[in-house]
């Protein structure tokens, strides 16, 4: 998954008290950042997939209706798995950024995002690209789904970030926290 409303998604079980709130926080990333750099990385390997699907003989039309198909297949789930998780969730409360608190770098957030999901359907697609040019059209349109699912969510963060008057840090993990920082930190 790491699309994400994003942090507030994976980061929503959060139910920190007020010992752990006096913990330092562990390794933060940029949420809204992170949920851009991994849009705009699944955005280009799906494509990239698609193309080389088309250069392994797909019809261009049976190309784009299997891409489209996977984009909708997973953009008509997505929706359905948010919605069952909404009842065991809440928006998890931001905390202030404690001082000496950074962000890892941009590269390194992108790295972290991109284990399991997109690296492991991306050699999927590289395996049925070699097997079934039509299977990888499927899948790349999967990873568009995903990719799209990642900017929704980086809107999603924005308007947060708005709300709160600062950048959103979230910790790395299931059980991390976010934390509110000044907008110009990043």
Known sequence: MTAIVAAAAVVAEAGADATSRAEPARALVDARVQALLIAGLRLAIAVAALVLARLRGLEPGQAAGLFALGCGLLLVALPASVTRRRGRRGTPEAQQLPPGAEPVPHRRALAL??????????????????????????????????????????????????????????????????????????
Do not use: C, K, N
């Open 113 to 186: 995002a991109m284990y399991p999901s997109t690296i492991g359907l991306s050699a999927v697609i590289a395996v049925a690209l070699v097997l079934s040019p039509a299977l990888a059209a499927v899948l790349a349109g999967i990873l568009a789904g995903i990719g799209l699912a990642a900017l929704y969510s980086a809107g999603q963060l924005a308007l947060w970030e708005r709300e709160l008057g600062g950048r959103l840090l979230a910790e790395r993990g299931h059980d991390g926290r976010v934390f509110v920082g000044p907008r110009g930190h990043a």
